[in-house]
């Protein structure tokens, strides 16, 4: 995904998300050196309780396996009890929506103080539901049950075309 280590910004507004990169949900999501896994900057999102996240599309996609990875970081501060999935829409041509694809919900006690990889490999297909072809991905990342309190790092948000 383009600018998937956060590392390009508005100059004059270091913390804001700039395009592509969009999120979705009551959240607080924001550009931030505190953190990176690699480079300088990471994201970090707060306040999100159900099922948001940042997301982005992608150009024209042909069909075969994918790989979507991110990396993600909690400090060892942190007392949530919230969850991360890796969750893909499949869009046809105009942008509706086919289906999706998702990991399961990852708990984020597991991974405190450590920067920690949750990737997934899905396949698209060459057509849906009888002859509705694939013509766009919608790359997202949900989090879940997060306290208002907590941040949550996300760095190398990235999405890789696999050899057939
Ligand atoms: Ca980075």
Same mark, same amino acid.
């Given at each position: ?51 948001? %996240? ?39 041509? %105009? ?8 990991? %399961? ?60």
């Amino acid at each position: 995904m383009q600018n998937s280590s956060f590392e390009l910004g508005n100059p004059q507004k270091p913390s804001e998300i700039t395009l592509p990169w969009r999120y979705w949900g009551t959240t607080v999501t924001q550009r931030t050196y505190e953190y990176a896994h690699t480079g300088t900057y990471s994201l970090v999102t707060s306040g999100v309780d159900q099922a948001a %996240g940042p997301y982005q599309y992608t150009g024209a996609i042909t069909p075969g396996k994918y790989k979507a990875v991110l990396y993600y970081y909690l400090p060892t501060s942190a007392t949530t009890s919230g969850s991360i999935q890796l969750w893909t829409n499949i869009l046809q041509s %105009g942008g509706g929506k086919i289906t999706d694809v998702r990991t %399961g919900n990852v708990p984020f006690s597991w991974a405190k103080g450590q920067w920690r990889k949750l990737d997934y490999i899905f396949e698209v297909k060459p057509d849906y539901n009888g002859g509705v072809a694939p013509a766009q991905l919608q790359v997202c990342v949900t989090i879940r049950d997060f306290k208002t309190t907590d941040r949550l790092y996300i760095d190398d948000f990235s999405l890789y075309k696999l050899a057939d």
